[in-house]
């Protein structure tokens, strides 16, 4: 009897494994997904640019070169580091041309390589005179205090309390033909109304009605474009997941291009906001992003990261009045989020990924969901409060319109968006100037 009872406990135990292992192993697969359509073939360009360099002798690159005030003054690299090529490094750092010093580097890779040979790293130089040095190089070589080229400038040397930017937008990368101008004109004239000063984006590649909406915007003084031809070094994967896409590197390198990001607007902006090309992170109870900070910050003091809610709204579902099927944007490639307001509902035992609105002061590494390492903790933002406009793909695509909800927040800006999206797209030259 005893023995029997052990036997069919043993059995459920069993099976209910199984079926967790199964469950989890879909649940993986789901959480993570696209966020950038797939890129078409590699396009090279003959340019040659100096965000990515190689180390000479070695798999590895580097990419940017900062004092770090927060850890003794060390200065950091960022680079791109072959987990598979390992072999002892070396900082040539220099106070003028003539005056340069060798160290041995210290290689902290970041955790999140996710299976690919390439991560992004920090090559960490630690010396007691550093405080002057204006350009370092990585070198493989103890002795290469000589060599004249391939040294990268040294940046955020001098701590500032002011700001040139309160809110910074790092898009992390761009690549392949991505051509939806639509959306990116709608988010970027959204984020201007919510009190955004900058966006940064990295360009890998794009669209060409794109390519005129970013030359805009860089007249107009709003946008960054940083090259980022990491397809010139590496055969970049255009997915996260080792395993199903195979490649070089995680995704475009966007991890390497978020924690450049975050440095590079160390002491330019008072918050940097971590998100994709087709995301929007909207407060819904404030007016804005100052306000909506505001009261964040005095809340929580400490805190320097603060998590977003991610949510879908389907590309596939349309708003029923067509209110906002303008004639106007019907030659203008991409999508219309003001048309697409039915949000996915929670999921059962899924997790809502994050995005970030950080203190980049208090953020030393980044993943691209949550911080690696950071100084005072995370706060994750409620739903109600806060969270990410998504409009792409449906993740749950079997769900009816009566089975999402109706979240209409783009509409509360609606005459603004609209007028401001025309004046872009008509100084851009993407809008027919028709009736
Ligand atoms: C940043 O915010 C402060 C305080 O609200 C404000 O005085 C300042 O003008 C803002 N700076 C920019 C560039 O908008
Ligand atoms: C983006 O990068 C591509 C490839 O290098 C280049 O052709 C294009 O002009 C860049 N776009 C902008 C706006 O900088």
């Known amino acids: 009897m005893e023995k029997d009872r052990l036997k069919t406990f043993v059995t459920i135990l069993f099976v209910v494994t199984i079926i967790s292992m199964l469950i989890l192993a879909y649940i993986d697969n789901q959480t993570y997904y696209m966020r950038f359509p797939q890129p078409s073939d590699k396009q090279k360009s003959t340019e040659t640019l ?76 630690e010396d007691k005179h550093l405080q002057n040095a204006k350009h370092v190089l990585i070198s493989t070589d103890k002795d290469s205090a000589n060599l004249k080229k391939d040294y990268l400038p040294i940046k955020n040397r001098v701590i500032s309390e002011t700001f040139k930017f309160n809110f910074t937008v790092c898009i992390s990368n761009l690549f392949g033909d991505y051509n939806n101008v639509l959306q990116f004109a709608q988010t970027i004239e959204m984020y201007k109304l919510l009190g955004i000063q900058r966006v940064v984006i990295y360009n890998t590649s794009c669209g060409p009605d794109l390519e005129k909406l970013l030359q805009h915007y860089e007249r107009e003084g709003i946008l960054e474009i940083v090259s980022w031809p990491i ?175 109706v979240d209409k927040r783009v509409w509360d800006f609606e005459q603004k968006l609209i007028q401001n999206v025309d004046q872009t797209l008509k100084h851009s030259g993407l809008l027919r100037l028709s009736s």
């Open 231 to 405: 397809d010139q070094f590496l055969n970049p994967s255009s997915g996260w997941n080792f395993r199903k896409n195979s490649g070089d590197l995680h995704y475009y390198g966007q991890l390497i291009t978020l924690n450049e990001c975050i440095y590079r607007h160390m002491y330019q902006s008072k918050y940097v906001l971590l998100n994709d090309i087709d995301e929007i992170i909207m407060p819904y109870k404030h007016a804005d992003l100052p306000s909506l900070m505001e009261d964040l910050q005095s809340a929580h003091p400490n805190v320097g990261v603060f998590l977003i809610e991610n949510h879908i709204f389907p590309k596939t579902q349309f708003e029923d009045s067509g209110k906002y099927k303008r004639p106007e944007w019907n030659d203008v490639p991409g999508i219309n989020i003001m048309e697409h307001i039915y949000r996915e509902p929670d999921r059962k035992n899924v997790y809502n990924p994050t995005k970030m609105i950080v203190d980049p002061r208090k953020v030393e590494q980044t993943s691209v969901h949550v911080p690696l390492k950071s100084i005072g903790g995370n706060y994750r933002v409620p739903f109600h409060v806060c969270r990410i406009v998504h409009v792409r793909t449906p993740l749950q695509g079997r769900l009816t319109k009566e089975e999402l909800a």
């Open 50 to 125: 100096n965000s990515i360099t190689a180390i000479k002798n070695s798999k590895h690159y580097m990419v940017s070169a900062f004092i770090d005030h927060r850890v003794g003054g060390i200065i950091r690299v960022i680079s791109i580091i072959n987990r598979n090529s390992l072999q002892p490094l070396y900082c040539v750092y220099c106070n003028t041309e003539q005056d340069c010093k060798t160290v041995k580097a210290n290689v902290q890779i970041h955790r999140d390589h996710f299976g690919f040979p390439f991560a992004a790293s920090d090559v960490i130089c």
